[in-house]
């Protein structure tokens, strides 16, 4: 199984684009679409998009198979992308040693998607951003559609 058009759109818009370097919310150097610099990786001059574009597809692609090693029971498109946003966000580490983990393979779908609502914290405090994304892999795991924010 790969990442969905609709799992790709769910990680480039909550990442969003930058051409530098920057501090992600948990302090770590970052650029492109979420991508954690490497120890051995600099951008001194930053990057285009369609670097950026190349570096995720690899990124994508590892937290992909970290989801088909870790996950045991059989998943649906929607919440294969919402894991797979989950490991590209937070990390194979974090998804290896969860609750959520655990209550998935046991078979317990519901409750598993109910576990990602509880990843919305940084620094010990709900982030907006955390909790936006964290509904949005909810959507993707139900099948429901995408709430559309009302224009201004």
Avoid at 105 to 124: F, H, M, P, S, T
Wanted: neutral net charge; charged residues 20%.
């Amino acid at each position: 199984m790969q990442l969905s058009a609709a799992g790709l759109e769910l990680i480039k818009r909550s990442e969003g684009f930058r051409n530098r370097t920057y501090l992600d919310v948990a302090g770590l150097p970052t650029i492109g679409y979420g991508h954690l610099l490497l120890p051995r990786e600099s951008f001194p001059n930053g990057i285009e998009e369609a670097q950026a574009t190349q570096i995720l597809a690899g990124d994508v692609r590892a937290a992909e198979q970290s989801v088909q090693r870790l996950v045991k029971v059989a998943l649906t498109q929607g919440q294969f992308d919402a894991l797979v946003d989950f490991c590209f966000n937070l990390g194979a580490g974090r998804l290896a040693s969860s609750t959520l983990l655990k209550v998935l393979n046991g078979g317990r779908y519901e409750a598993a998607a109910e576990q990602l609502l509880r990843w919305d914290l940084a620094g010990g405090e709900v982030n907006a951003g955390l909790k936006a994304r964290r509904e949005a892999e909810c959507q993707l795991w139900t099948g429901a559609a995408p709430q559309q924010q009302a224009a201004a």
